[in-house]
């Protein structure tokens, strides 16, 4: 077996666990999707995704782009693998998609970048589901309900945009080399392809969360007036006492449309 040395300003952490392999793999939905892997690593789940699956793996790392060449050379002569040598943030500025037809995004994502990757997953319009490695935090703050501690801004979109999300199950640190530091979970979101992300309601929620543990109309004093904050609030009759934390992901959608309406005036 090769040894390679991980780089750290890349995130790698090899998932060398099989039973954990075995459930991601056991957790992937049963449809005729695409598969796309971002930072395939030395390969472990791709190989294990490619028996099921035809897959992209998109991988930053020049060393990792030789190493999978020569293990996967099989798979990609036979067209069942496509590797991608990129920075996956930089393909999606290019690009509105990482996969022209419907795709699962399926990963052990590098946790620097990894609250990035979901929500630019949720503007690709191909992507369905989200089944993805996170730090166990980051995947709390996503499925996080309203008046729970961790609920913010990536909770209210993940509510607002997608029919089913959860966390599917933890990882120790020891089922990876080299180990991290913090414990991770799976993160399983199933997007509702109806809806489409505005990146206008993700920049509303930020002001409305920029003190979370404040009132919620002092934070709103950042995009509207006291007096237009008066008029909103009694028109969805919402309690001045209110803290972000403690509003639904339909009444934060109600209020930014009437934001929205309002500056048109
Ligand atoms: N999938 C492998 C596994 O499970 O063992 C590796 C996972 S490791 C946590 C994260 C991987 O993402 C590394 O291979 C790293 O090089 C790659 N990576 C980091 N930043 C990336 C980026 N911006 N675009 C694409 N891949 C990236």
Redesign the pocket.
Known sequence: MEKVK??KQ???????DTTI?DKIIQSMPNNNNYVV??????????KNLVKYKDLTA????TD?ISILKSKFAIQIEEGKLKLIH??????WEKQETLHDGKYDLI???????ATNIVLRAFEDRNCEHIIV?VQKEVAEKFTAKVTDKDYSSLSIITESMSVDSRILFDVPPES?DPP?KIISSILYIKKDMNKSLDRNFNKFLKACFVQPRKKLSKNLTSVLSKENISELYKELNINDNVRPHEVSSSLYSQMHTRVIHGRNK
């Not at 998109?58 to 790392?61: N, P, Q, S, T």
């Open positions: 991980a780089k890349y995130g790698q952490n090899f998932l060398k392999l892997e971002i930072g395939p690593g030395l390969g472990d789940l791709t998109y991988e930053v790392d990792l990129t920075d996956v943030l930089v393909a990963a052990n994502l590098p946790y620097y970048i490695m990876f991290p």
